[in-house]
Nanobody, 120 residues
Framework: QAQLWESGGGLVQAGESLKLSCEISGTTFSINTIGWYRQAPDKQRELVADIRGSGTTNYADSVKGRFAISRDSAQNMLYLQMNSLQPDDSAVYYC??????????????WGQGTQVSVSS
């Protein structure tokens, strides 16, 4: 049973940067994807960025060129560097892990979320 802990959220002004971290423990199966989602009030949770098992990265159009996802496998850490933040980036950010078991089942894990607030 994997566990994910996010940190690094906070309140910043438009144009500033934040770096989110996600500590991952308890993973025993191969990783399909690992990434970041966000959910603003009264909106659906949406993908921000993820890393596939192949190592390729994927970004939402709204964050391309401003956000960068990275992973430190040795430390079991996932990061999201967020630059040029805008008020529309305000949301609770969640770390997400999708693993695949040897019997071809897919397991999805979520962190508790960290709040990012951007003032104009």
């Amino acid at each position: 049973q994997a566990q994910l802990w996010e940190s690094g959220g906070g309140l910043v002004q438009a144009g500033e940067s934040l770096k989110l971290s996600c500590e991952i423990s308890g993973t025993t199966f191969s990783i399909n994807t690992i990434g970041w989602y966000r959910q603003a009030p009264d909106k659906q949770r949406e993908l921000v960025a993820d890393i596939r098992g192949s190592g390729t990265t994927n970004y939402a159009d709204s964050v391309k060129g401003r956000f960068a996802i990275s992973r430190d496998s040795a430390q079991n850490m996932l990061y999201l560097q967020m630059n040029s933040l805008q008020p529309d980036d305000s949301a609770v950010y969640y770390c997400n892990l999708v693993t695949k078991t040897p019997w071809d089942a897919t397991l999805t894990f979520w962190g508790q979320g960290t709040q990012v607030s951007v003032s104009s």
